[in-house]
């Protein structure tokens, strides 16, 4: 699910504290939301990857990830 379709589902902006609420209500509302984490995680495994790459192999350390899955929600 979009952003854009999840955002419309909930009447307004993805806020975390409507979150839990709206997949609670019914089935098809948890199915959109844990599509659109399981896109985001997905971005965000793509977007570690293609860092490491780009790295020398011997310069290659742990990292922590800077995005947040509230950086998707905001505009």
Request: a negative charge.
């Amino acid at each position: 699910q979009s952003r854009e379709e999840l955002n419309m589902r909930l009447g307004g902006g993805i806020e975390p504290e409507t979150i839990v609420r709206f997949m609670l209500k019914e089935e098809e509302n948890w199915s959109a939301v844990s599509s659109f984490a399981k896109d985001i995680m997905t971005k965000l495994r793509e977007e570690e990857q293609s860092r490491r790459k780009a790295r020398e192999p011997e310069t290659i350390a742990p990292c922590v990830m800077q995005r947040r899955l509230t950086d998707f929600w905001e505009h």
